[in-house]
């Protein structure tokens, strides 16, 4: 699942849902700060070590000092605000991070069981040439405008909304990789249809590759 700025994405992972299929948002591992040993952690990894002791430094030395409050937590609207100001300081932020945020993705990933139908919410799977790796993309947008007051209610400002977005893909980019297009420019209950006819459409094509590969298995047995 892709999107332009967060605010979009929130309504359908953010949402109770009786599908309990697993969710893995990978803009979600870097949400943290450090611990006594220097170690960066997120709220779902804290007491574990996901190996990025150098952030610290790294964001130091590369963003200043003060985008880390006492505690070693980043001041993200800080962090933003140097960050996202063209392609080569977003570059320079995700050489720091992505290492680590990859590995400790890929550890969630290890632990989801079998069978499952696997969302991974990528907010940069365009800009990183991701698309091809996955079985299916699923795009969310909604009006620019219904965009930036969404993200203006959480306390982002407006300028600084539009120059994060402007250094993203484009909506015409994300639709030429989607496989499905979800609009989230209305409620709620205009949303949930499309993510039900999405997840029947998932749900079926999982059962049909557990098929082949037990038909695939048999012919393997009798051979």
Known sequence: ????????????????????????????????????????????????????????????????????????????????????????????????????????????????????????????????NRAEQYAGVIVVEAPLDLRLDRLAGRGVPREDAERRIALQASDDQRRAVATWLVDNGDGLAELEPQVDRIWAELRERLAALIAAATDASDENAEG
Request: charge should be negative; include cysteine; hydrophobic fraction near 40%.
């Open 1 to 128: 699942m892709s999107h332009r700025m967060p605010s979009q994405r929130a309504a359908i992972d953010g949402r109770p849902s009786p599908r309990a299929e697993p969710l893995v948002v990978a803009g979600r591992l870097c949400h943290g700060g450090f611990d006594d040993a220097g170690r960066y952690v997120t709220p779902r990894t804290k007491g574990r070590n996901p190996a990025v002791a150098a952030w610290q430094a790294q964001f130091r030395d590369d963003f200043g000092a003060d985008i880390l409050d006492r505690d070693g937590a980043l001041d993200r609207a800080a962090l933003a605000a140097r960050a996202f100001v063209d392609d080569d300081t977003r570059k320079e932020l995700e050489a720091i991070t992505h290492p680590a945020i990859g590995e400790e993705y890929l550890r969630r990933l290890a632990e989801i069981p079998g069978g499952s139908v696997v969302v991974h919410d990528v907010p940069l799977l365009v800009e990183a």
